[in-house]
């Protein structure tokens, strides 16, 4: 992508950067969106009636802190719909006809891959500040550019309950949970209907093959695994005495930690299968500044440090380079990924297989 | 000539398949007060309940003011029409006291709430209801709740009302008393009154005109006295009274028809619609229980003095021999003294000479069964030579067994055809 | 009485359009996903119709189809018998802590059932209460099956029955009883074939409020039984719209089956009502008075205490103490009130969350009574030709997950011409106040229905004879004659709509949070202490609005009787 | 001597302030028909509910057999007394069909489901509800519904039943077929019978004795001719049909009192329960209207015979001479009977020489106001002197105008102390 250039010193969504970044794409239709976004927002909606209309952002965590910051940060007028990944993107879907959202920024990778491949995001537009993101963060970009992670975290990691086990007699492998050792004791959100639950079996079923992905979760199952809802339910378990381990999302399971509820977490060697946030613009977008604006200021590091230090979901990998992550967070993480173009393409199956799996 | 306030014409109603009402027409003038008459489920609600608007015909149409109100394909809704009706089961809303209850139709015209206060009132005393006004229906004996009924309705000062049954249970006295003071309140505010009862006295007393159903249809519509007089059909007679019916053959066709029953030759009115009865076909002969006057046989005569005598000891001395005027079992002394007035006699009878039968009348032989007391006279059941049964009233109980002869009076005895069935 | 057709038929009319295009509607636009999967989106290719004969073949399918039977049955009678008994105790005898049993409905109704399994789960899991305070380690076993799960179903969802059936028992068929006692019966016997059978109508309403409500409740089952797998129809809806592709089609294949689950809940109604009638309110009707038992006064009070502690205690108790401790091991942390304050000065997200949860449910509830009472109308005294029509489609709503409405109307209220007529009300407000309403819609016509059955067209007829119009009429009979009723279904709708979480999650406008949003996503947070004191403060609100509207609306009864007396 | 099946001693039922009963004691023998008569909202259902075992009594006591079923404190539930009733408003089971609702008692009482039938078969021949069987109550009109409740009753064969107004909604035939029916029905069981109606002529049909009650209490128990005879208050005979009261001071007392009636001397019968009449006390008279006869004043005669001649010239010829034999108007006729046939006639009046009143009668000079057709006869409004109104029975109208006098038989008129209201 050329445009990427033109904003490469551009650090946070400033309303300069977003001028400059957007005279350079050369699409038209954007031209006047673009100049209002120059000027401040009283003179903007002189030209275009559409621009004093906030940023209207999908987003399925950091909401609290999310839009003073950014608002403070550019000026520009936010708007959010918080909900789980799961209900977004049916919201997201139903809305195809007629779109209601400028910027998806969600741990759901697969599902907006797919949406860049049906044609219903930004292409080709490249921040200045990609540069910035680590190389881990880098190969997640897609080719056509529709989307930029903005940071990573386990979809599981191995939690158990500190009053069962102790570090020494704890499972500490995937493959271990299926120990007959753990018979009755492990639980895991549902596949089929919690969406961070996913990209952690998704992992599973690439790296493996499906077959010898589904024999383990078959063996899983027959050791009595016990498959909540969702991830809330699977920590309340845990807590609770319900189960004794869990594969369990990170940044709830830090959040046991740190209240002080008697677990702990274990990375497993070969890696924890990580969800992928990412921010995605709509294509249709006329917004689109702004729109650019947020997804700069999402991957400049004082943000993604920022979010860090003060937000809820703060345990995460940041993809941008020179942030810090959580202290308290394992510095040994080992984040794998399931391809998301493979991903999104299987997710139907697997999660069907998953579903079907409830019924034995 | 007046015009009629509501026509009906060919009104019919079924409920399934089976019809509650068909043909029905009539005409009502403003300020009549028209009577129904009819047997049990003939359809006199149903009726009542077309003419409200509660139900719409099936067939035929109903005019108010010559304008159509109802029809099978529309209907004015009650509301619009300008009447209001006493319901047969009352229909009085249990949550609302019985003073609001009747100012509800008051409410709903706006009125003033002293002018309500003082209808009310007023109403309340025409229907003895003082002191009952703060009370709930459910608190009510059934008599007071019908009368409240009845104020609910005519609280509204309708044009037209309609009384189903208003004073079913109500004392006897109340009843007379509450019916002349209703009809005099219609007069007098000119009140067009559609009345269903079960009451011929009441039909009688309050209407201009009836109508006697039965079985869906009109059987007649005339003034109380023609009614009286010459029941149309079979049906109507019974309904006014005519409870004595025997089967005979015809024998005679005429002004007066004659009938040949259990070996006697007994002279009727023959019936006013319909082809004329035949000779040699089967009939119905018909009569009041009070029509038909009482003959000892000679041999008997003895044995029905006795009695008598044994009845006038029952009572207070003195009384007996006046106690008979009572009622409607005055037959015979009707006759002796239409015969001792000098006047044109139509019915020379001897009361010593029981064998001579007046001319305008029939004896017809019958056998005592057994006599009961309804107050001013007895009612007695008897035979006749080949077992039907019949009543007539007497001023005493008459012993079981004693033989005689019944008087009947052709002009107050109906002949009618067997297949005027109803 | 026939004669209230002709208005009847225009109402008739008036209330179908409304209800399709409230309920139907939308519930199309997901359901014809799988006729015309693109439909909404400018593209007409065909779908697989075979789609809809999966649920023979698909083994999830079939077994959600099954469960959902079960469950839907099974928890039917016993939720209908429960409510019901306790209805007629209730409604018969004053006993200590009667008023207690009444506001432990309102609370089951109002508060969103994934809260109420997350009481039971931390109530009776194996390191739960039971077991770790009171050593009841069999409840496990008890509770984590699908019998113990109707059982929870049960000891949730009687509310709805209760209220349906204490709605009707507002008005006394004593004479009809007496009758009975008359020709031999016993009290019981009289109670068995008279009056209880007089309540059918209201009975049939509150079994099927339970049913559908059963039937389309994701969050329990689905909580309580991850132990054993026991996946429902509702559970199928979601995996199949979280699931990307998202398959809008099966979720529309499967509401199509909850629809035929409830008409076939309907046909078992006619069946039940068949050819009866239950007007039973004449001049004679008095109203119900609880009346001190003779004896026995104790039994009641003590066997309510009893049963308030396994229904409310079990479940809200355990949330109550989450909210205190923040923790299921209620040993740990010890008490606080920290969550009771966090949810005031976190910079009023809950206090907003809370107002507009308010405001669109009392306006919910107000404009739903009034479709309702119509609706009832309709039902119950008109020979409308879709009746039975208008009758299924007040069902819909409850039956049919809330994401899959809300789905709908996304689908018909966010179609890009509205915008040019400015009825583009997705992204507003008011589509929550509609998605509200047409969620209030089943309780508040159920309840009404069951109620109005007793009222005989006569009654109205005679206010029609007084010159009464139509609105009159109701206004100043029907509706004092079903007061009770229409005063629960009222408070019914505006309590359960306050909490309902799937249809404002997916609908609510940007900026706009609603309660049960902020609810969820601190559950999702893992914040269960603050989630359990923000149910619990909203729940104690909305019962207080309840309880106070209830004080304002019902002395009159006191009233009434003074002066009767 | 027979023992009671039934006693009440001093019953008496209070509805918060109101007393709606007081009192009230009477025996019931086995067999018996007791009929209730009184004046709406006297008491009458409210009897009936302490005995059903519907309401409990606030004092006093009720015994069957001997055995004590109810008291304030304790009460035998209704369906352990062996009765049924006839409720005054049906109160049928709406969910029920007919069928069903008259099968219910039989169904309590395990009959064979073909027992049942053949029972319900009979029934519904005996109160002609053939094709019914199978309509829900809302579907009956309102006499049917009232013949199913009292199917229902009948269905159980109870030892004592009771019955609230069980025929009112019936028309006049049906009524008497109907209680005719039911009371050989009852004689035939040996059934005991309690029985509320508000129709004199229901009362004296089919009962042994009667009760009159007012206002929560007891007036009169007699057998109905004593009743009939000698009703013992004023309110009794005004239920009785003595629809005439006037107000007059006593002058004398004895067998017979009399009464200075606005200038004239009217002769009566003393009350027989309480103190006596007084001379100079004020005090009421009252009579049937068919208790009095007319007599025109010698200078009216003419106008009045013209009447009667334009009224005759009115209906179909030759009827109208014997038409008059009806009712309840025939005093006159009665009086000239007596005296043509020759017995010790107690009133020697001669219809020409009107200024002569015979003994054992008074006569009352009157002035008339209108006349109503009434079926057999009119009746007829008249004024005294003083304008005290009444009305009487006549064979034909009367002009209005007309002075005259009525006759009344002292043995036929009741004098009651003013007191005595109700
Ligand atoms: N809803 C209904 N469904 C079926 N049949 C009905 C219905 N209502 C009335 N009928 C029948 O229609 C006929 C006429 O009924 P209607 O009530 O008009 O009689 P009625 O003349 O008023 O009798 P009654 O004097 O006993 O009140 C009756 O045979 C009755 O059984
Ligand atoms: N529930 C009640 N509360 C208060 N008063 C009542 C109640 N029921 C009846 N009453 C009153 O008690 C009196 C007796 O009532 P009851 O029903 O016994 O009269 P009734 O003799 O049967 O009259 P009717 O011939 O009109 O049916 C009436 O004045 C009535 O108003
Ligand atoms: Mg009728
Ligand atoms: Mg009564």
């Known amino acids: 992508s050329t445009n990427n250039a033109a904003s490469g010193n551009a650090e946070g969504g400033g309303a300069q950067a977003a001028n400059e970044s957007t005279s350079t794409t050369g699409a038209g239709g954007n031209a006047a969106a673009a100049e209002a976004g120059a000027n401040t927002a009283e003179n903007a909606s002189a030209n275009a009636p559409k621009s004093d209309e906030p940023l209207v952002v999908y987003l399925n965590d950091f909401d609290e802190i999310i839009k003073p910051m950014f608002e403070e940060a550019t000026g520009y007028k936010l708007e959010l719909v918080t909900g789980n990944g799961a209900e977004l993107a049916s919201r997201i879907e139903a809305e195809k006809g007629n779109p209601h959202w400028d910027v998806l920024w969600m741990d759901a990778m697969p599902m907006i891959d797919q949406l860049g491949k049906n044609g219903q995001l930004l292409e080709n537009w490249t921040p200045a500040n990609k540069e910035g993101l680590t190389d881990f963060a880098k190969g997640l970009i897609p080719a056509s550019g529709a989307y930029y992670p903005t940071g990573a975290h386990a979809a599981s990691v191995i939690v158990y309950n500190t009053k069962a086990y102790d570090a020494a007699s704890a499972p500490k492998t995937w ?20 969406a961070p639950a996913y990209p952690f079996v998704a992992w599973f079923f690439q790296s493996q093959g499906a077959e010898a992905a589904q024999g383990y979760f078959e063996s899983l199952m027959k050791n009595g695994l016990r498959v909540y809802p969702k991830n809330p339910n699977v920590a309340k378990a845990l807590t609770g005495g319900e189960i004794k381990a869990a594969a369990l999302q990170e940044s709830n399971a830090y959040t046991l930690k740190a209240k002080g509820e008697p677990v702990d ?82 997710e139907g199956e697997i999660k069907q297989w998953f579903a079907d799996q409830a019924v034995k | 000539m007046r015009k009629p306030i509501l026509e009906a014409v060919g009104l019919g109603k079924r409920y399934g398949k089976q019809a509650a009402l068909q043909g029905v027409g009539f005409e009502v003038y403003a300020g009549e007060i028209i009577s129904v008459l009819g047997p049990s489920g003939c359809g006199k609600s149903t009726l009542l309940q077309l003419i409200a608007g509660l139900a719409q015909p099936d067939e035929g149409e109903l005019r108010m003011r010559g304008a159509v109100i109802a029809n099978a394909s529309r209907s004015v809704p009650p509301e619009k029409r300008g009447m209001n009706m006493v319901f047969q089961d009352y229909a009085l809303w249990p949550h609302m006291s019985v003073f609001d ?44 709740q019908q009368r409240v009924a009845i104020a609910r309705a005519l609280a509204t000062k309708p044009d037209l ?128 229980p009070d029509a038909a006057q009482w003959s000892p046989d000679p041999d008997c005569a003895g044995e029905a003095v006795e009695l008598v005598t044994s009845a006038q000891a029952e009572t207070a001395a003195g009384q007996d021999s006046v ?69 007539f009233l007497h001023e005493e109980p008459l012993p079981a067994g004693a033989a005689g002869r019944l008087l009947l009076q052709a002009a107050r005895t109906f002949i009618y055809r067997i297949e005027e069935e109803g | 009485m026939r004669a209230l057709f002709k208005q009847g038929d225009r109402l008739g009319w008036l209330m179908l359009a409304l209800l399709v295009v409230l309920i139907l509607l939308p519930l199309a636009a997901v359901v014809i996903q799988v006729l015309l999967p693109g439909v909404f989106f400018g593209r007409f290719a065909l779908g697989d119709l075979s789609l809809l004969l999966d649920i023979f073949k698909r083994p999830l399918w079939f077994a959600s189809l099954k469960n959902s039977l079960l469950l839907g049955v099974g928890t039917t009678v016993l939720a209908t018998l429960l409510g019901g008994g306790l209805a007629a105790v209730r409604a018969r005898w004053a006993f200590a802590g009667a008023r207690l049993l009444d506001i432990a409905v309102w609370l089951l109704l109002v508060t969103p059932s994934f809260i109420l399994a997350q009481g039971w789960v931390m109530f009776a899991s194996a390191d739960g209460l039971a077991a770790s305070w009171l050593g009841w380690r069999w409840l496990h076993d008890l509770v984590f099956q699908p019998a113990g799960l109707i059982a929870v179903m049960t000891l949730s969802k009687f509310p709805l029955a209760y209220l349906a059936i204490h709605g009707a028992l507002a008005w006394k068929a004593s004479r009809l009883g007496d009758a009975a006692r008359m020709s031999g019966a016993s009290p019981w016997t009289a109670w068995r074939t008279i009056e209880a059978p007089l309540l059918l109508p209201a009975i049939a309403s509150g079994a099927m409020l339970v049913f559908v409500d059963t039937v389309g409740d994701f969050g329990l089952p689905a909580s309580i039984a991850t132990v054993f797998r026991f996946p429902t129809l509702p559970y199928s809806i979601y995996s199949a719209l979280y699931t990307s592709p998202i398959r809008f089609d099966m979720a529309g294949a499967l509401s199509f089956y909850l629809v035929l ?68 091991d209620a040993g740990a942390g010890g008490m606080t009130m920290a969550h009771y304050k966090a949810l005031f000065n976190e910079n009023g997200a809950l206090l907003t969350g809370l107002l507009h949860s308010l405001e669109i449910a009392a306006g919910a509830a107000i404009i739903a009574l009034l479709i309702g009472f119509l609706v009832a109308y309709v039902l119950t005294y008109s020979q409308f030709k879709f009746r039975r029509t208008i009758d299924a489609i007040t069902l819909v709503s409850l039956a049919v997950p809330g994401i899959v409405l809300g789905i709908g109307y996304i689908f018909i209220w966010n179609q890009a011409w509205l915008e040019h007529v400015g009825l583009l009300l997705y992204g ?81 406008p940007p900026n706009y949070m609603t309660l049960p949003v902020v609810i969820n996503k601190a559950f999702e947070d893992l914040k269960f202490g603050y989630a359990a004191a923000a149910t619990l403060t909203g729940a104690g609100l909305v019962i207080i609005i309840i309880l106070v509207l209830e004080l304002i609306v019902r002395p009159a009864r006191r009233t009434e009787r003074k002066t009767a007396a």
């Open chain 3, 261 to 328: 689950l409830i008409v076939f809940a309907m046909l078992v109604q006619l069946l039940a009502l068949r050819r009866a009638r239950f007007d039973f309110l004449s001049s004679r009707a008095v109203k119900n008075e609880p009346r001190r038992p003779r004896r026995g006064g104790w039994l009641l009070a003590s066997g309510n205490a009893l049963f308030l502690a396994a229904a409310i205690g079990i479940p809200l108790g355990s949330n109550a103490l989450m909210s205190f401790t923040g923790s299921a």
């Open chain 2, 323 to 391: 106690r008979r005027s009572n009622g409607r079992e005055a037959g015979a002394a009707v006759l002796a003294e239409a015969r001792s007035s000098g006047g044109e006699a139509a019915w020379p009878l001897m009361a010593d000479t029981l064998a001579e039968v007046p001319k305008g009348a029939s004896a017809l032989p019958v056998r005592i069964v057994h006599s009961v007391f309804e107050g001013g006279h007895w009612r007695v059941l008897a035979r006749t030579a080949e077992d039907q049964s019949l009543t």
């Open chain 2, 101 to 144: 209850n009747i100012a509800y139709g008051l409410r709903r015209q706006k009125k003033a709430e002293a002018v309500i206060r003082s209808d009310i009132a007023e109403l309340v005393r025409l229907l003895h209801l003082q002191g009952l006004e703060d009370r709930l229906p459910p608190q009510l004996s059934g008599g007071q």
């Open chain 3, 428 to 508: 507003t407000p008011w589509i929550l106040a509609l998605a509200g309403i047409a969620g209030a819609i089943p309780v508040v016509t159920r309840m009404i229905t069951g109620a109005m059955a007793q009222v005989p067209g006569q009654l109205l007829a005679a206010a029609q004879m007084q010159g009464a119009g139509f609105a009159l009429r109701l206004r100043t009979i029907l509706a004092p004659l079903t007061k009770g009723a229409l005063l629960s279904a009222a408070l019914t709708a505006f309590g359960s709509s306050v909490f309902d979480l799937a249809i404002s999650s997916i609908l609510y």
């Open chain 1, 175 to 194: 493959q271990e949970l299926a120990d007959a050792k753990f018979k009755d004791a492990v639980g895991m959100a549902d596949p089929a209907v919690a």
């Open chain 1, 265 to 346: 977490i274990i990375w497993p060697a070969e890696g924890a299968p990580a969800s992928v946030r990412v921010a995605a613009i709509q294509k249709e977008t006329e917004h689109a500044d702004a729109a650019k604006a947020f997804v700069e200021f999402l991957l400049d590091p004082k943000t993604q440090q920022a979010l860090i230090d003060q937000g809820e979901e703060s345990y995460f990998e940041p993809s941008a380079q020179g942030v810090k992550a959580k202290a308290d967070r394992a510095a040994e993480a080992k984040l794998v990924v399931a391809e998301a173009a493979w991903a999104g393409e299987h």
């Open chain 2, 161 to 288: 009302l309609l009384l189903d049954e208003p004073l079913s249970n109500l004392d006897m006295r109340l009843r007379i008393e509450m019916r002349a003071e209703m009809a005099y309140l219609f007069r007098r505010l000119g009140t067009t009154v559609f009345h269903v009862t079960h009451d011929p006295d009441e039909a009688f007393s309050m209407a201009d005109r009836i109508i006697i159903m039965r079985a869906g249809g009109i059987d007649q519509i005339d003034t109380p006295q023609a009614c009286y007089r010459r029941p149309a059909t079979r049906s109507a007679a019974l309904l006014l009274g005519a409870g004595n019916q025997l089967r005979g053959r015809v024998l005679r066709h005429g002004e007066y028809a004659s009938l040949q029953v259990d070996g006697a030759e007994i002279q009727g009115v023959p019936p006013a619609l319909g082809a004329a009865v035949r000779p040699g076909e089967e009939a119905r002969v018909l009569w009041r």
